[in-house]
């Protein structure tokens, strides 16, 4: 019972007085009927709860389903098991039905006659390679900063991020287009920044974008880019992730949704100047709060630990 009323708690009062001095009396105290009385007499347990209304729904709907409708229904359907919902409801008309797809949709629902679509394999991802020190792997990705977040609504700007998978340590860098050279300009401040934490990066990984890959681009598939020409220069290797498969960069693809939750929800930008200069600030809380993965140590006090326990 979610709730006792006060009818119930009346009800319960009335029962207890008639209880004592009988229907008549009660009837002229309560201003109540005898026969009110009687019927809340034959359903008291002595427990309030069986003094509450019950439902008033009715059991059944007057235009509901007859069962000579329902035996032609289950019927049909043990003889035709492969026919569809529209076959099936053209050949219950042919046989005298009346109601309208719907209605024998609903019925073959609550029937569970309608027909199981065979159960998809559950996904069973592959390991994935964990990195051993930092600066073997990093990700890269673009993320496009909401128009809202501009005061300038014809300007457009791109928030390019780095994150190394094993520390987790970020660093971002705002430009004003999303192309090639912007993201090799982005790959060089990104390498000379850990270069300057004590971290030589080995390997950076992005998806298929046109910024980073002429992989899917007719007529250029040999073609590299200035970001992979920045890339083999600085002696880095370049990893390519699987087409359309976004979970295999998730770590900055993760870094990107807290950045929406978190920065670009409250904040406003009037340049691209204006957005590396909050992004500075950003940066510095980002790399600074503690993460589960990482034991619930920032990826800077991580990062520092790995030294103490490696040199």
């Known amino acids: 019972m979610n709730s006792i009323t006060q009818e119930m708690q009346f009800r319960q009062s009335l029962m207890k007085y008639c209880e004592r001095y009988g229907v008549k009396r ?17 359903r008291w347990d002595v427990t309030i709860e069986s003094l509450a209304e019950h439902s008033k729904r009715p059991h059944h709907h007057p235009n509901e389903h007859t069962p000579d409708e329902l035996k032609l229904i289950r019927d049909m359907r043990r003889r035709n ?61 673009v993320k496009f900063v909401p128009l809202r977040c501009l005061t300038n609504k014809e300007q457009k700007l791109y928030q390019y991020t780095a994150i190394d998978e094993f520390t987790r340590l970020r660093f971002v860098y705002g430009y004003e287009e999303h192309s090639t050279y912007s993201s090799a300009d982005f790959l060089k401040r990104a390498i000379e920044w850990y270069k300057r934490r004590g971290i030589t990066v080995e390997c950076v990984q992005t998806d298929n974008g046109p910024e980073f890959t002429t ?3 007719q007529g250029l ?91």
Not at 31 to 36: A, D, F, H, M
Request: aromatic share 12%; proline share 8%; hydrophobic share 30%.
């Open 26 to 42: 009660a009837s002229r105290k309560y201003n109540k009927s005898r026969l009110y009385i009687y019927f809340w007499k034959a």
């Open 81 to 141: 098991p492969q026919l569809d919902l529209t076959e099936l409801w053209h050949r219950l008309r042919k046989r005298g039905y009346t109601r309208r797809v719907e209605s024998l949709y609903r019925v073959l629902k609550r029937l569970a006659l309608l027909p199981q679509a065979p159960a998809k394999p559950t996904y069973k991802p592959k390991p994935y390679e964990q990195m051993t020190y930092p600066g073997e792997r990093i990700q890269i990705d």
């Open 215 to 217: 992989r899917f681009i």
């Open 221 to 311: 598939k040999d073609k590299p880019t200035l970001f992979q020409t920045t890339a083999s220069k600085l002696g880095i290797r370049h990893k390519l992730i699987r087409p359309y498969t976004p979970r295999h960069n998730g770590k900055v693809e993760r870094s990107h949704r807290e950045d929406h939750n978190k920065f670009y929800s409250c904040h406003s930008f009037y340049s691209c100047d204006d957005l590396n200069l909050q992004l500075k600030a950003h940066l510095r809380r980002s790399n600074d709060r503690p993460m589960r993965p990482l034991g619930w140590l920032s990826p800077i006090e991580f990062l520092s630990n790995y030294r103490v326990q490696h040199h």
